[in-house]
């Protein structure tokens, strides 16, 4: 408890909100990853939202 936050990764073409997952809070780097996004149908950037 405390160490872990929960992040949500966004389309960065239609903003849904795809993906969450838990990380340690220690890295602080942004992400982005290629994830498949059903609103779009199709494989995009998600980025991490807040
Ligand atoms: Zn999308």
Known sequence: MGDRVIVTL??????NKNYTFQR??????KLELKKFC????KSTAHKEVK
Do not use: N, S
Not at 10 to 15: I, M, R
Not at 24 to 29: A, D, H, I, S, V
């Open 38 to 41: 059903q609103a779009c149908g």
């Open 24 to 29: 340690g809070k220690k890295k602080e780097f």
């Open 10 to 15: 966004g389309c960065a073409e239609c903003k």
